[in-house]
């Protein structure tokens, strides 16, 4: 019975019948030391490795003013800086730069920068058979 002594369930699956009667409030295996041990490396996950830096890029958002229907109105911009350390450099430079202007034209200052993962290439055939 995969149980541990504070009765938390660690196995596989769905919890097994009959269920302790009663169960500690220590958090269970994730947080709990005695429930983890007894638990061993069965509850606890595995760590997803964080992607490299050269792949993720960086870009700073901002809000700021436009008039694209001859309507003044605001919009929320996004600058691509580049990836890895060279893009995150640049993007917080781009933020603080941003922060000085955004009150100037009565605008929130709410520079910040953003990141997201670059999927691998795939090469993609076009040519037609």
């Known amino acids: 019975m995969p149980y541990t002594s504070h009765g938390h369930w660690y196995g596989p699956g769905t919890p097994t019948l009959p269920t302790p009667q009663y169960r500690a409030r220590c958090g269970g295996t994730r947080m709990c030391p005695v429930?983890?041990?007894e638990a061993g490396p069965i509850s606890r996950p595995k760590a997803e490795a964080p992607a490299p830096a050269a792949r993720i890029e960086?870009?700073?958002r901002f809000t700021a003013w436009t008039n694209t229907d001859g309507i003044e109105k605001?919009?929320?911009?996004?600058?691509?800086t580049g990836t890895g350390d060279p893009g995150l450099s640049e993007a917080r430079r781009m933020v603080a730069d941003t922060r000085v202007w955004q009150p100037r034209q009565n605008l929130p200052v709410d520079?910040?920068?953003v990141s997201r993962?670059?999927?691998?290439?795939?090469?993609?055939?076009d040519e037609e058979n």
């Not at 605001?74 to 691509?80: A, G, I």
């Not at 993962?117 to 055939?125: G, L, R, S």
């Open 58 to 60: 960086y870009a700073c």
């Open 74 to 80: 605001q919009v929320v911009k996004y600058d691509f």
């Open 35 to 37: 429930c983890s041990r």
């Open 117 to 125: 993962p670059v999927p691998e290439w795939t090469i993609v055939n």
């Open 111 to 113: 520079a910040v920068v």
